[in-house]
């Protein structure tokens, strides 16, 4: 929103005279900036206040997995749902730093608030029936899809409009490591991109279970997008580094530093011991987020590799339920995997830290591609 006023000044003489300053909001970087403060300083003011309102209102707080670690039962009674402190701070922060006339910052941000929708009211029916059990899965899956595949679409056709005539760039997916290398999949990458929009959604959601774990590669994976999104919409950047050039991705780094602003504010709260846990509202939400960046940008395999730890998680709680249903033992002893090394004697501090390492170190690997091509 702020941005108009530096379109302001191009048609009103006495703005660009005399509040030259405006021209400040041209950039993206500043206005990157601009979103991660204001982000955080929303989450800061009203966050008490939040966590006040959800204590109150649910009583109980989020139930306490009844095979989870000992240790967690001290955690009862902790209010959740605390993605809505992360959210508000996003999405306000976007409308007044963010230009809302790009369709990738409209797309990203329908994903988002849908996502965010659902876990909503799967942490509703989760703390008034005082049970782990929430949504029907098959539901949530099939109304996510929908979401992501609404938005994969708007953002398909915005790539082939913005680029040559004939061009199959917007319906195509690429290869990291390869300059040129490119799959068409036509209207099929409606289907792929909704794919791995969900698929990102529900691995940081899965990620959620200790207190600090998730937020934090979250923001890990947001900063590291954040410059994918930079350099993928600038063609000066994108043409050095031989990266595909996305027409008006560079405006998803505004997004993204809303989200690492907030993530700051809610890590506050969250640090051990949490007094709010972020849920499915906040944990779908952002990975819904990310995964839409990344289809964006046309680098959803190398979101496998920056949120590898989402990646890990997920799989590990396919492979422990696949492998139970067919020799009815277990591979882990107990899914997702940071439940795993908690069993073995880690605690909890252990696991977020080191969990917390390797995010940093799968996203200086993921970030590396930029370059190896």
Do not use: C
């Amino acid at each position: 929103m702020l941005i108009w006023l530096a379109e302001l000044s191009d048609h009103i003489q006495f703005f660009s005279t005399h509040f030259r300053f405006l021209n400040l909001f041209r950039y993206i970087t500043f206005r990157t900036g601009g979103a991660l403060f204001t982000s955080a300083l929303i989450v800061f003011l009203f966050g008490p206040r939040i966590i006040s309102s959800l204590r109150v209102r649910q009583g109980k707080g989020q139930p306490i997995r009844a095979d989870g670690p000992q240790t967690h039962f001290k955690k009862a009674g902790t209010p959740t749902m605390g993605g809505l402190m992360i959210l508000a701070g996003i999405v306000v922060s976007s409308l007044l730093w963010a230009d809302l006339a790009n369709v990738y910052v409209v797309a990203t941000l329908l994903v988002t608030l849908g996502f965010g929708a659902i876990g909503f009211y799967d942490d509703y029916l989760k703390v008034t029936k005082q049970s782990d059990k929430g949504f029907s899965g098959r539901a949530r899956l099939g109304i996510e899809f929908v979401i992501a595949a609404i938005a994969v679409y708007f953002m398909m056709t915005t790539a082939l409009s913005s680029g040559p005539a004939g061009s199959t760039f917007g319906s195509s997916v690429a290869f990291p490591f390869f300059k040129n290398l490119l799959l068409n999949l036509g209207m099929f990458f409606v289907f792929f991109g909704a794919f791995v929009i969900v698929a990102a959604g529900n691995a940081v959601n899965l990620t959620d279970g200790l207190d600090g774990l998730a937020i934090v590669p979250v923001m890990i994976a947001a900063a590291s997008f954040g410059v994918i999104a930079y350099l993928a919409g600038n063609f000066v950047f994108a043409d050095y580094l031989a990266i595909n050039f996305v027409p008006g991705t560079g405006e998803l780094a505004v997004v993204l530093g809303a989200v690492i602003g907030a993530g700051l504010g809610f890590l506050w709260f969250n640090a051990p011991p949490a007094a709010i846990f972020m849920g499915d509202t906040g944990s779908l939400a952002l990975g819904g987020m990310i995964g839409s960046v990344a289809v964006a940008t046309k680098h959803e395999i190398v979101m496998a590799i920056i949120g590898g730890l989402f990646v890990v998680e997920a799989l590990s709680v396919i492979i422990q339920v696949g492998f139970f249903k067919m020799t009815k033992r277990r591979v882990f002893l107990m899914a997702p995997i940071h439940h795993h090394f908690e069993k073995k004697g880690w605690t909890e501090s252990q696991v977020v830290v080191r969990f917390w390492i390797v995010a940093v170190i799968l996203a200086m690997i993921g970030l590396s591609t930029l370059k190896l091509r």
